[in-house]
């Protein structure tokens, strides 16, 4: 008798052993990362997903909270093949289910075939099959999740100041913290605001960058979020990291889709278009910039698949990653971005520039 069952949405049912107790449900995803543990399970773009390490040992150099990147653990459950008892303590603390003991390779390989799927999950003495599948049939699909940018978004405003003149304005839909220190390491002063913020909250802050956050669920459920892209598109310099980035596109007039089962993990190849030069990256996201519009020049792609990695317009002074260039799990070959952001501030027209894409 097992005391942890996951019921799948291809209509397997796997069983596991229970490390932390609960039922619970989540879009089932994997991570081939080998270290950043700590970050991965803060990172608050896993909101509503169920995270598999894909990597066997999860816990082999311990818990420290200064790796956090948010205030909490972020996906629904954890599942790896092995977890130690110090990640497990962690777990049970926040009350986040887990499983070990399992053929995790089995697992990643469905989700690769079949991709992203939904998961329902019962762990404890009193764990069913058929617990799993009540978990399961209650799954929503990411893209129902329609209001998780309140679930993860700061509640209220907050400065991190910088000792430079710079001020960028951080529009939290789930930021990790990397980015806020990557800004502030450079100088910047950073309000960081919650995603619903309105024109008139960012106008108050006389903002010289405005930068859209990552964050979990569906691009086009932020719809207050475009509406800041919209208003202040050609006035203001604006950068995204990944959730960002799908956001910028979609405003701008571009499109995002689902990907099969996404890129997450710290070592995905980017190639620069005009500098040919390749880049391993951290990635985490499920979604993709399909087309950037007529405003947007797609300037990096994944070497694997092709898919959009960078988004630029001149014209409207705006850069965008689909990965994490602040790393934290990976590598920190892309911290550069942050300079260009910054230097977005001595292009020409910076701030003055007339909105050219305009909502009325
Ligand atoms: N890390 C992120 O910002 C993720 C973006 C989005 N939720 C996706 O899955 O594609």
Known sequence: MSDAYLALEDGRVVEARGRVPGRTRGELVFTTAYTG???????????????TFSYPLIGNYGVRAERFESDRIHPRAAVAREFT???VEWLA??????????????????IREEGAMKVGIAVGDDA???AAKAELAKCKGMSEHTEIGAQVTTP?????EGDGDTTVTLVDCGAKQSIVDSLVQRGATVHVLPYDASPEDVE???????????????????????????????DVPMAGICLGQQIIASALGGTTEKMAFGHRGVNQPVRDIETGRVVMTTQNHGYTVADPGEHLDVTQINVNDDTAEGLASEELDVITRQYHPEAHPGPNDTLDFFDDVLAMTESEGNGRKRRVVASD
Do not use: M
Not at 93 to 110: C, K, N, Q, W, Y
Not at 156 to 160: A, L, S, W
């Open 204 to 234: 108050a802050l006389d903002t010289d960058i405005l930068f859209i956050s990552n964050g979990p669920g569906d691009p086009e459920n932020y719809e207050p979020t475009h509406e800041l892209v919209d208003y202040f598109a050609g």
């Open 37 to 51: 543990y700590e970050e991965s399970l803060t990172d608050p773009s896993y909101e509503e997903q169920v995270l």
């Open 128 to 130: 069913t099959p058929e």
């Open 93 to 110: 603390e926040e009350d986040v289910p887990a499983v070990d003991h399992l053929d995790t390779r089995d697992l990643v390989t469905s």
């Open 156 to 160: 209220e405003p907050t400065t991190y």
């Open 85 to 87: 008892e110090e990640v």
